[in-house]
């Protein structure tokens, strides 16, 4: 089974731009999450897709924002781009089905660099 | 969720058994323990998870004590590929999939 994919892997923008990065689930799983990574802050949860709805929302400004297709695949865009958003951004997949245990399997992540 | 803490680093030799604890006093009673490591620069892996009882999967065993206030992850045999940091947080059930990571534990495995 294929693992999560996270396109692009890279990516290198401008202060002021906007930015958007997608995440493929594992096949069947319908919970996808995404998360930042930084020296500084260490791995902070963004938010939560399920079935297209957003169920979960961390600590984040409303530049960061995400939708969730009928596929369960997902994106997550960052608009207005500040120095500050270099990051690497992960996303995660679970099957998040009644009964199942919730572990989440994560994608190698996108590394974006604002300059 | 109830936050964990954990040592910041850790040595082990290689070929040794890898013991990496974790507190999690206010841990609530449908709060599950997960164990997660992130080698550098790529994405977390799963590792294990538990509720009460000790658990053991093809790569580690998890102890957690019997108040439930903190555990061990156990690496029965460390290689310099178990060289990560290692992440142990707690999560309740029914807070979906909202994980709150903290400053793991960096083990380094040495020849």
């Known amino acids: 089974k294929a693992g999560v994919t996270q396109t692009p892997r890279y990516l290198i923008k401008t202060r002021g731009q906007q930015v958007t990065l997608s995440c493929s689930p594992i096949s069947g799983h319908r919970s996808v999450s995404w998360y930042q990574q930084t020296p500084g802050q260490g791995l902070q949860f963004l938010f939560e897709?399920?079935?297209?709805?957003?169920?979960n929302k961390g600590n984040f400004p409303g530049r960061f924002s995400g939708r969730q297709f009928s596929n369960s695949r997902s994106e997550m865009n960052v608009s207005t781009l500040e120095l500050g958003d270099s990051a690497l951004y992960l996303c995660?997949?679970?099957?998040?089905?009644?009964?199942?245990?919730?572990?989440?399997?994560f994608g190698p992540g996108t590394r974006l660099t604002v300059t | 969720d109830a936050k964990t803490t954990q040592p910041p680093s850790m040595d082990c030799a290689e070929g040794r058994a890898a013991n990496l604890p974790c507190n999690h006093s206010?841990?609530?009673?449908?709060?599950?323990v997960y164990w997660y490591r992130q080698i550098h620069s790529q994405g977390p892996q799963y590792i294990i998870h538990?509720?009460?009882n000790n658990e053991t999967n093809e790569m580690a065993s998890l102890i957690i004590t019997e108040d439930r206030k903190s555990s061990t992850l156990i690496l029965p045999h460390a290689t310099l590929r178990d060289t990560a940091v290692y992440y142990c947080?707690?999560?309740?059930?029914?807070?979906?999939?909202?994980?709150?990571f903290g400053s793991g534990t960096k083990l380094n495995v040495k020849p």
């Open positions: 897709y399920f079935s297209e709805t957003q169920r």
């Open positions: 995660a997949s679970s099957l998040a089905q009644q009964g199942s245990t919730y572990e989440q399997y």
């Open positions: 947080i707690v999560r309740t059930r029914y807070n979906f999939n909202k994980f709150y």
């Open positions: 538990g509720l009460k």
């Open positions: 206010t841990i609530s009673g449908n709060e599950y």
